[in-house]
């Protein structure tokens, strides 16, 4: 199983609300108080045996949620909040939460949602791998109102790093370069499963977030790909030429079914 994460933290939500960065609380309060996005799933982890604070994390169909309420969608939004606001009652949220409140031999510095999924990890996964399917599954019902609005979310494998470019596989097969600076972490190499979320922005330029995605198995092997001298490649210093947009710079994705075409 390959997914994109199944939770995400408020700043993801906010970012897709206003990609410029300018959204701040009050935006996430009236959101959440009109129902378009949800209440969230609280975590309260403990550490040496007592509480550690509370960690907020959200379904990730809140950023789409937020992203519709965005391009004046406000139908849409309160649809996949309603579907978000399900996954996070259900079962696997439940137990995702029981396992998360357990301390673990990893533990370090603050327990913030990438401590949650550490802990998860190292411990018993299952909770988050059924909430993650739900999460795709949710996501796969709602691709023709998602495509409406121009966003596409792509899994795959970084089978190739090459200088300046990326190259992707989806469990499908099907091959996406992207700028090496689009990845989130230089930790990301090849055989790392990530999730590229795009968005058209209008006049063909292309928002493309890339973050870790969720994986069930071990980390592929980068293939020798006997076409690979004949695929195209982005052009060098494709991140400079493209880096004077302000506030969200268009990053050029190639590769096929994206939601727009």
Known sequence: MLTERPLLSKREILRALDPTGRAGESAFRR??????????????????????GTVTAFCALNRDAATAYRKQRPDLAL????RAAKLESGGAARRLVEVARHET????GELNLEGIYARVVCSDR???DDLARSVSSAR????????DIGVSTIVGTIMRLDGETAEIVSPDGERYTLPVSALPSSELGVGSPVSIRVE????????????PAWSDVPASQSQDDPFGDLRPRLPVDLDGLLGH?????PLALIGP?????
């Open 245 to 249: 947009a302000e506030g969200v710079r």
């Open 200 to 211: 058209l922005l209008g006049d063909g330029a292309l928002w493309t977030v890339v973050e």
């Open 79 to 82: 649809r996949i909040a309603a």
């Open 31 to 52: 959101l959440k108080r009109d129902g378009f996005i949800t209440a969230g799933i609280e975590v309260k982890p403990r550490r040496a045996g007592r509480l550690s």
């Open 126 to 128: 299952r909770p988050a």
């Open 257 to 261: 079914r994206l939601a727009w075409r």
């Open 140 to 147: 796969r019902a709602l691709g023709k109102p998602l495509a």
């Open 105 to 108: 031999s990893i533990d370090t």
